[in-house]
T-cell receptor, first 115, second 110 residues
Framework: DTEVTQTPKHLVMGMTNKKSLKCEQHMGHRAMYWYKQKAKKPPELMFVYSYEKLSINESVPSRFSPECPNSSLLNLHLHALQPEDSALYLC??????????????FGSGTQLSVL | QKEVEQNSGPLSVPEGAIASLNCTYS??????FFWYRQYSGKSPELIMFIYSNGDKEDGRFTAQLNKASQYVSLLIRDSQPSDSATYLC??????????FGKGTHLIIQP
């Protein structure tokens, strides 16, 4: 299994809603990532978990809350988002965070629209 | 500031020709270099990685790395219309993880 599975594929939410994005991998990878990508822009790193511990938080607003329940699962909890948060949210995994092993495998993404 | 620079394009190449995509990076401590292909509306897909100076070939793709010049490139031989996509250069800079360039939009003209 060489896939990173993300759900849902599409999400429309209001600014007062609470929702969660989910990500799963069964490649035995020990690093998992959340990226945000706006149209015609490169992916922007949000969070990195390494061995189930949060290792990077790129000054992301607190309305985004990551969670790593185990080495295969990664969640992103969303609350009180703004319309400018509308974007493609990408989950990725890698074997670990040592440079030569940090080959990212991306999920298909969640296209999020905030109304 | 750690930067990865790419020409955004579009780069237009005739079918069957060689497409040459370039990337420069600012941090001399960079260790690992990756090329991702991203089709419109899809997620990035890893197509090549390189760690050592020189060339690395995989099918129609060749990655070239010159650490002294802080330059990495991707050559696509016998370009096909299906190669039309945005190509993202990514550089691993220590504990900060991957830094992506803005991507080059490649168009293969039939």
């Amino acid at each position: 299994d060489t896939e990173v599975t993300q759900t849902p594929k599409h999400l429309v939410m209001g600014m007062t809603n609470k929702k969660s994005l989910k990500c799963e991998q069964h490649m035995g990878h020990r690093a998992m990532y959340w990226y945000k990508q706006k149209a015609k822009k490169p992916p922007e790193l949000m969070f990195v978990y390494s061995y189930e511990k949060l290792s990077i938080n790129e000054s992301v607003p607190s309305r985004f809350s990551p969670e790593c329940p185990n080495s295969s699962l990664l969640n992103l909890h969303l609350h009180a988002l703004q319309p400018e948060d509308s974007a493609l949210y990408l989950c990725a995994s890698s074997q670990d965070r040592s440079g030569v092993n940090e080959k990212l495998f991306f999920g298909s993404g969640t296209q999020l629209s905030v109304l | 500031q750690k930067e990865v620079e790419q020409n955004s394009g579009p780069l237009s190449v005739p079918e069957g020709a060689i497409a040459s995509l370039n990337c420069t990076y600012s941090d001399r401590g960079s260790q690992s270099f990756f090329w991702y292909r991203q089709y419109s509306g899809k997620s990035p897909e890893l197509i090549m990685f390189i760690y050592s100076n020189g060339d690395k070939e995989d099918g129609r793709f060749t990655a070239q790395l010159n650490k002294a010049s802080q330059y990495v490139s991707l050559l696509i031989r016998d370009s096909q219309p299906s190669d039309s996509a945005t190509y993202l250069c990514a550089v691993n800079i220590g504990a900060d993880g991957l830094t992506f360039g803005k991507g080059t939009h490649l168009i293969i003209q039939p």
